[in-house]
């Protein structure tokens, strides 16, 4: 098994349960990783055998440009895509962290984690 990592893919966002917050927006952070079997891209050396991560990062800037009330429901659509886009990816976590929070305290960030396996 292998693993792809994609970090900190930085986007403006408008995803929030306030109607100020998918007004004004936030700046969020996405980190992706996806395991799988990439022996055949390891000897072809053929990018349409692993996991082409443009095409990853773009499903990411599709999905976060829908605004959401939660971020819990964009890291579904963004994980479902993904692993209904490439049989070789047995494994995607995604990380979803937004930026300074509307909450009672300061906080730097909130983030949310999903992992599927397939």
Same mark, same amino acid.
């Given at each position: ?38 022996? &055949?891209?390891?000897?072809?050396? @053929? ?7 443009? #095409?990853? /990062?773009?499903?990411? +800037?599709? *999905? ?27 494994? &995607?976590?995604?990380?979803?962290? @937004? ?7 300061? #906080?730097? /960030?909130?983030?949310? +984690?999903? *992992?599927?396996?397939?």
């Amino acid at each position: 098994m292998g693993k792809i990592n994609i970090r900190d893919i930085n986007i403006y966002a408008y995803h929030g349960c306030f109607e100020e917050e998918r007004a004004i927006g936030s700046e969020y952070k996405v980190d992706i990783s996806i395991e799988g079997d990439f022996t &055949v891209a390891e000897k072809s050396d @053929k990018l349409e055998d692993t996991i082409d991560y443009v #095409a990853v /990062s773009d499903i990411v +800037v599709q *999905e976060m440009r829908v605004p959401s009330k939660l971020i819990e429901h964009v890291a579904e659509r963004i994980v479902t895509r993904i692993i209904s886009s490439w049989s070789v990816a047995k494994c &995607v976590k995604l990380i979803i962290k @937004k930026a300074t929070p509307p909450m009672n305290v300061y #906080a730097e /960030s909130v983030e949310y +984690v999903l *992992e599927r396996s397939q």
